[in-house]
């Protein structure tokens, strides 16, 4: 199996969102929770997409997928779901990084079953 990335246009796309989502910290000064979330799962996101970047694994794209779904669920768990503008950065970026980390799983996966019909 080769180590292709499906889309590399995606792949960016998660990369720009988990940069968008850690930079978004610096808005949520009076919920630290929030900007802590945001910071670590920013950063984990923009690490991966870099990762798979480089060197493709479905590895990456499960943990990606992990993430987004952590970044929607997050605002509840941690208590901050009251203030609008974190639950609603969350919950749309996690929403996004989750839809892209799927679709590469699913591109890969049917790039990796037609290579082997041939």
Known sequence: MK???PSKSLEWTNFILGACLACCALFFKDLPAA???AVIVGVLVASFSAVALSRYAAWVEWTNLSLGCWAILAP???KFGSAAAPIWVHVTVGLCVALVAAIQLIASKKNATGSTKS
Do not use: E, Q, R, Y
């Open 3 to 5: 180590n292709i990335v």
């Open 35 to 37: 900007a802590w979330n």
């Open 76 to 78: 509840f768990i941690l």
